[in-house]
């Protein structure tokens, strides 16, 4: 039993060994991590700061200027837009300008000084029901404070102002709704990744690799035929994903099938080039899998599944313009929940297929290097 235990211990401590004295497995377990931690903490927060508002007062009573006061006063809000009409309310909501629009009807203070309470209408963009539920409690927050003050200074009984909640999208701000379609994109990423990251790395491994560099083929061929594979397996995974999601989870599909498709070809040929430029760079398959493991954590985070982007500090916005999952997950909410079409898709369109074709591009050269 002893002696068991001691070759344990020594093999432990032959792989602490060949673990520190590598340089690049001392500088994957040092840097990665760190970097991790301080990209995540400033990403990963569900509270949400200088939340883009808009406000629609058809009233002109001086209730209405005091409560519309804390939220221009609230460091949590910012007012974007003053509108005057109803048109003008659905453009904010569904090109994202606004997370929010405040209505207060012609009557609302005098509503309050005849004693009848007061409705404020919140409209919420409620394609990220978790947004729109943090919101939602803010919003509850200083329309609560405004009625305890008012019902104090004129000695009547709360509540003085009532919510009326309208989620556009999602209006029971099902969270299934949200997170159904992130899903797909999550897995679909997952999957395409992995065929490619560990496909080189295989080959290397099992000595295929320098068999293949003697055929007639050239590397755009074999770059080519590595992604075939997971193409095809991309899209099953994704078909798959989509038809539970539409008919066992009864998440409604309210835009065309080509705008989705569309988005996931692209998509898909973004993950297969950042998952071939991780095989080129990797000689093992277990090299690959931590390469594929450092994009994913990071893209998950960054794509705005569960957080919002716009809550991160600028430069992490401004790094998360690299990751293909948060043009993805535009699409499938867009089309999902909102109902779009391609015409209204162009710009995540485009993203996908720069980061693609540049991965390729990259994988490409990093495939001739390691073959010179």
Same mark, same amino acid.
């Given at each position: 039993?002893?002696q068991?235990?001691?070759?344990i211990?020594?093999? +432990?401590?032959?792989?602490?060994l060949?673990?520190?004295?590598?340089?690049k497995s001392r500088?994957?377990l040092?840097?990665?991590p760190?970097v991790?931690?301080l990209?995540?903490?400033y990403a990963a927060?569900? =509270?949400?700061?200088?939340?883009s508002?808009a406000?629609?007062?058809?009233?002109t009573g &001086?209730?209405s200027?005091?409560l519309?006061?804390?939220?221009?006063?609230?460091p949590?809000?910012?007012?974007?837009?003053?509108?005057?009409?109803?048109?003008?309310?659905?453009?904010?909501l569904?090109?994202?300008?606004?997370?929010?629009?405040?209505?207060?009807?012609?009557d609302?203070?005098r509503?309050?000084l005849?004693?009848?309470p007061?409705?404020?209408e919140?409209?919420? =963009?409620?394609?990220?029901?978790?947004?729109?539920?943090?919101?939602?409690g803010?919003?509850?927050t200083?329309?609560?404070?405004?009625?305890e003050e008012?019902?104090?200074?004129?000695s009547?009984?709360?509540?003085? $102002?009532?919510?009326?909640?309208r $989620?556009w999208y999602?209006p029971n701000l099902?969270?299934?709704?949200?997170?159904?379609?992130?899903?797909?994109?999550l897995?679909?990423?997952?999957?395409?990744l992995?065929v490619?990251?560990?496909?080189? +790395?295989?080959?290397?491994?099992e000595?295929?690799?320098?068999q293949l560099?003697v055929?007639?083929?050239?590397?755009?061929q074999?770059l080519?035929g590595?992604?075939?594979?997971g193409?095809v397996i991309?899209f099953g995974?994704?078909t798959?994903?989509?038809?539970?999601?539409?008919?066992?989870?009864?998440?409604?599909l309210?835009?065309t099938?080509?705008?989705?498709y569309?988005?996931?070809f692209?998509?898909i040929l973004?993950?297969?080039?950042?998952?071939?430029?991780?095989?080129?760079?990797?000689?093992?398959q277990?090299?690959?899998?931590?390469?594929?493991f450092?994009f994913?954590?990071? +893209?998950?985070?960054?794509s705005?599944? $569960?957080?919002?982007? +716009?809550n991160m500090?600028?430069?992490?916005q401004?790094?998360?313009?690299?990751?293909?999952?948060r043009?993805?997950?535009v699409?499938?909410r867009q089309v999902?929940?909102?109902?779009?079409?391609?015409?209204?898709?162009w710009?995540?369109?485009?993203a996908?297929?720069? &980061?693609?074709?540049?991965?390729?591009?990259?994988a490409? $050269?990093f495939?001739?290097?390691?073959?010179?």
């Amino acid at each position: 039993m002893r002696q068991d235990i001691v070759r344990i211990l020594e093999l +432990a401590r032959k792989e602490f060994l060949a673990l520190l004295r590598d340089r690049k497995s001392r500088m994957v377990l040092i840097v990665p991590p760190l970097v991790q931690l301080l990209v995540f903490s400033y990403a990963a927060t569900f =509270d949400l700061n200088r939340i883009s508002y808009a406000v629609w007062n058809e009233d002109t009573g &001086i209730y209405s200027r005091q409560l519309l006061a804390r939220f221009s006063g609230s460091p949590n809000f910012r007012l974007v837009a003053t509108l005057s009409h109803r048109e003008e309310v659905a453009p904010l909501l569904d090109n994202r300008k606004v997370l929010l629009v405040v209505h207060l009807q012609s009557d609302f203070s005098r509503s309050i000084l005849t004693g009848t309470p007061a409705r404020v209408e919140a409209l919420l =963009d409620g394609r990220q029901s978790n947004t729109a539920m943090i919101l939602l409690g803010y919003v509850q927050t200083i329309v609560s404070g405004f009625s305890e003050e008012i019902a104090a200074l004129r000695s009547i009984a709360p509540p003085i $102002a009532s919510i009326d909640l309208r $989620a556009w999208y999602n209006p029971n701000l099902k969270s299934r709704w949200f997170i159904v379609p992130g899903i797909v994109g999550l897995l679909t990423l997952v999957v395409s990744l992995l065929v490619t990251a560990l496909s080189v +790395a295989r080959e290397r491994e099992e000595g295929t690799f320098d068999q293949l560099m003697v055929t007639p083929l050239s590397p755009f061929q074999i770059l080519m035929g590595k992604l075939v594979p997971g193409f095809v397996i991309g899209f099953g995974e994704a078909t798959l994903i989509i038809l539970v999601a539409r008919f066992l989870l009864h998440v409604p599909l309210r835009g065309t099938l080509g705008a989705l498709y569309l988005g996931l070809f692209l998509f898909i040929l973004s993950g297969l080039g950042v998952g071939l430029m991780i095989s080129a760079l990797v000689s093992t398959q277990q090299q690959g899998l931590l390469g594929a493991f450092l994009f994913l954590v990071p +893209a998950i985070i960054l794509s705005g599944f $569960a957080t919002p982007i +716009a809550n991160m500090p600028q430069f992490i916005q401004d790094l998360t313009l690299l990751d293909p999952l948060r043009y993805f997950l535009v699409v499938l909410r867009q089309v999902f929940l909102r109902g779009a079409d391609i015409s209204l898709l162009w710009p995540e369109y485009g993203a996908l297929f720069l &980061i693609g074709v540049l991965s390729l591009l990259i994988a490409g $050269a990093f495939f001739r290097k390691r073959l010179g």
